[in-house]
């Protein structure tokens, strides 16, 4: 029986590292921007506009969160292989394999 040796090293560097932290910023702000977007939404639903325009802007809405939502997961998802496997070397070299080299 082998015992796995942990030598908690990363593999990682640090600009590679900060960079993961540029993406969650990049992801954080988009969130923010829907934020906005749905307020912005609030008030024209409650304010006796038009149904036609407010149609048309729920559904420009919904899209967004739609594209918005799908894309943050994606870049969520890799963002936390990269720093749940920082210091694993053979599944980090899958993961560049996989998401092609994505790693930084």
């Known amino acids: 029986m082998?015992?796995?040796?942990n030598t908690n090293e990363l593999v990682l560097t640090?600009?590679?590292i900060e960079e993961q932290g540029r993406k969650i910023m990049d992801i954080m702000k988009n969130l923010e921007a829907l934020h906005n977007f749905s307020n912005t939404m609030m008030l024209l639903m409650?304010?006796?506009?038009?149904?036609?325009?407010k149609l048309s802007a729920l559904s420009d809405f919904l899209s967004a969160v739609y594209d918005q939502t799908e894309m943050a997961?994606?870049?969520?998802d890799k963002v936390a292989v990269?720093?749940?496997?920082c210091d694993n070397l053979k599944n980090l070299k899958d993961f560049e394999v996989r998401f092609?080299?994505?790693k930084a």
């Open 73 to 76: 997961y994606k870049d969520l």
């Open 82 to 85: 990269l720093l749940l496997e």
């Open 46 to 53: 409650y304010n006796g506009t038009d149904n036609a325009i």
């Open 2 to 5: 082998t015992k796995k040796v």
């Open 100 to 102: 092609g080299g994505d």
């Open 14 to 16: 640090a600009e590679q």
